[in-house]
């Protein structure tokens, strides 16, 4: 950003001044590459995506998130993947905060609707 300020509805205007700055992520180029295998193992173990349908995935990934955190003073490679498991627990938080954000979404989302129904 570089500081200058156009109003709104003036030629050039951007109102993003507010927003995240997404290409800081452009920044860990490899550890999200790191992540991106262990999706890829799961990808391919069971199904691209298929982890957004687990049932109660929020906990259950939380624990996986838990069980390799601990593996970490034991062990520093996952032995069935053959990743380090700090790898899987970047992955497992990704899985948690992406499910938490959008079921705080979908709450939302139906908020908003319940006003709209009542009006």
């Known amino acids: 950003m570089d500081g200058s300020v156009i ?3 003036q030629p050039g205007a951007k109102l993003d001044q507010a927003k995240a700055l997404a290409g800081v992520l452009l920044d860990f180029g490899l550890a999200l590459d790191a992540v991106s295998q262990v999706g890829t193992f799961g990808a391919q173990k069971y199904t691209r995506g298929g982890w957004q349908s687990v049932p109660n995935g929020e906990q259950r990934y ?3 998130l838990m069980r390799h955190l601990l ?3 034991t062990e520093e490679m996952d032995p069935e993947t053959g990743m380090p498991h700090l790898w899987a627990v970047a992955w497992n938080a990704l899985a948690v905060i992406e499910l938490q954000c959008r ?3 979908s ?3 139906a908020v908003v609707e ?3 129904d009542a009006q």
């Open 7 to 9: 109003p709104q509805h």
């Open 62 to 64: 939380e624990d996986a």
């Open 71 to 73: 593996k970490i003073r």
């Open 103 to 105: 079921r705080d979404q």
């Open 107 to 109: 709450a939302e989302r």
């Open 114 to 116: 319940d006003f709209t």
